[in-house]
């Protein structure tokens, strides 16, 4: 059985994504490979964001989380999407890559997560979103947004208490609440539910069952 590729815009290992992905994936193999392998300290400073809006938040072999350039990430990222020679991959990361070919049978977590939700979000709802960074808060606000959709975003780290975070779209009177980051994990999916009463949608989750579909 040959390995899913999977493409974190951080470094490898990365156990915490394949854990979860394996929940879904079951026994098939997974291979891990970073945008930011065998880069030091020093060389991954030099890709601090430019503003904002080209932030992208992810987590080095070493536990530790950093902020990188948007554009620097899909530079690396697209090294390694040419190196995969024709392999099935999923790219671990929520963010949209603007300039990329368009590779075949390459999983954008961000498309698959905005379809499901289109799909399946009641009419004329309130949206709950999660994210990472409060410096994303804003311009995920305006990518979640619809005509028919209100959207509310709050942000809370991987790993830390999402309570506070989930308490805010719980007094949003949200319909729906999206995990807007693949370092989020299944205990911060329960918490969020357990907290604000409704639907629960994970990145990881729901691009792994693709996945699973797709490699049968």
């Given at each position: 059985m040959e390995?899913?590729?999977?493409?974190?815009?951080?470094?490898?290992?990365?156990?915490?994504?394949?854990?979860?992905?394996l929940q879904v994936l079951g026994a098939r193999p997974i291979e891990v490979r970073?945008?930011?392998?065998?880069?030091?300290?020093?060389?991954?400073?030099?890709?601090?964001?430019k503003n904002a809006s080209d932030t992208f938040h992810t987590r080095l072999a070493n536990g530790a989380d950093v902020m990188i350039s948007k554009q620097a990430a899909t530079i690396r990222l697209e090294k390694l999407l040419i190196e995969r020679e024709g392999r099935p991959v999923l790219v671990a990361c929520t963010g949209k890559?603007?300039?990329?070919?368009?590779?075949?049978?390459?999983?954008?977590?961000?498309?698959?997560?905005e379809g499901?939700?289109?799909?399946?979000?009641?009419?004329?709802?309130?949206?709950?979103?999660?994210?990472?960074?409060?410096?994303?808060?804003?311009?995920?606000?305006?990518?979640?947004?619809?005509?028919?959709?209100?959207v509310v975003v709050a942000a809370v780290k991987p790993g830390e208490d999402p309570r506070a975070a989930a308490a805010i779209l719980a007094g949003a009177a949200v319909d729906l609440v999206v995990l807007d980051c693949f370092g989020y994990e299944t205990s911060l999916l329960n918490q969020v539910r357990?907290?604000?009463?409704?639907?629960?949608l994970s990145a990881v989750r729901c691009t792994a069952h693709i996945a699973s579909e797709l490699l049968g």
């Open positions: 390995p899913l590729l999977v493409l974190t815009i951080g470094q490898a290992p990365r156990d915490d994504i394949k854990k979860e992905l970073g945008a930011l392998d065998g880069l030091s300290t020093d060389e991954i400073a030099h890709l601090a964001p890559f603007t300039g990329l070919p368009d590779y075949p049978n390459v999983l954008f977590p961000s498309t698959i997560l499901i939700v289109d799909a399946v979000a009641p009419a004329e709802c309130t949206l709950g979103v999660l994210v990472p960074l409060t410096e994303q808060v804003e311009s995920l606000a305006q990518q979640w947004q619809r005509s028919n959709r209100a357990e907290t604000t009463g409704v639907p629960v």
